[in-house]
């Protein structure tokens, strides 16, 4: 017996395709509802609430405050910090 395969479809949305928040220091492309970005279709579902590209500028620093949510920070260049909530 063959094993079922479900297959889903799926989108790639550049960055002129999503949400974004721009200052001097920092900038956030978003591809699900985030912030002031609200599209039809790009609603949050299960687990996955959002994907968001941030870029803070060289020697900057940016505060994420975030409760009861798991976030996976990637960095390409640079270094991140991580403090406990208090």
């Known amino acids: 017996m ?3 395969v479900q297959h889903y479809s799926s989108r ?3 960055s002129d395709q999503r949400g974004n928040d721009m200052g001097v220091d920092f900038r956030c492309f ?4 985030y912030g002031h ?3 039809p279709g790009r609603e949050p579902f299960g687990a996955l609430q959002f994907i968001n590209d941030n870029y803070i500028a060289p020697a900057k620093s ?3 405050n975030y409760q009861n949510i798991t ?3 990637i960095p390409i260049a640079g ?3 991580m403090y406990p909530h208090g």
């Open 30 to 33: 978003s591809t699900f509802n």
């Open 37 to 39: 970005y609200e599209q």
């Open 12 to 14: 790639l949305f550049k």
């Open 2 to 4: 063959k094993d079922q």
């Open 62 to 64: 940016h505060s994420f």
């Open 79 to 81: 270094t991140v910090l």
């Open 71 to 73: 976030e996976l920070i």
